[in-house]
């Protein structure tokens, strides 16, 4: 089994930062692609960012230019680094990622619980 942990949300002021971790751990061989969504209350579920296994990356527009997305291969992680943040981007913040366990040949997207992420203007 695999599992993602999101942890590093919080409370933050309008212009400031955080930046939120995504651990998997388990039976994992291949870890493929990695994403970030959020969804904040009363809207739909939105891609913020998503980044391949060879790092290559892609941002949704509302977030361009202010967000960051990195990976650890060796540690399994993805991080979202978010700087100037706005009332906006008030949301609970999850990861996925497109995991090919042990002795399996297809990948499957695994979600993480969320973390919330509140920024006050």
């Known amino acids: 089994q695999v599992q993602l942990m999101e942890s590093g949300g919080g409370l933050v002021q309008a212009g400031g930062s955080l930046r939120l971790s995504c651990a998997a751990s388990g039976s994992i061989r291949v870890i493929n692609a990695m994403n970030w969504y959020r969804q904040a209350p009363g809207k739909q579920r939105e891609l913020v960012a998503a980044?391949?296994?060879?790092?290559?990356?892609q941002y949704a527009e509302s977030v361009q230019g202010r967000f960051t997305i990195s990976r650890d291969n060796t540690k399994n992680t993805m991080y979202l680094q978010m700087n100037n943040l706005k009332h906006e981007d008030t949301a609970v913040y999850c990861c996925?990622?497109?995991?090919?366990?042990?002795?399996?040949?297809?990948?499957?997207?695994?979600w993480g619980q969320g973390t919330q992420v509140t920024v006050s203007s």
């Open positions: 996925k990622a497109n995991v090919r366990p042990w002795g399996s040949i297809l990948g499957s997207d695994y």
């Open positions: 980044i391949t296994k060879s790092g290559s990356t």
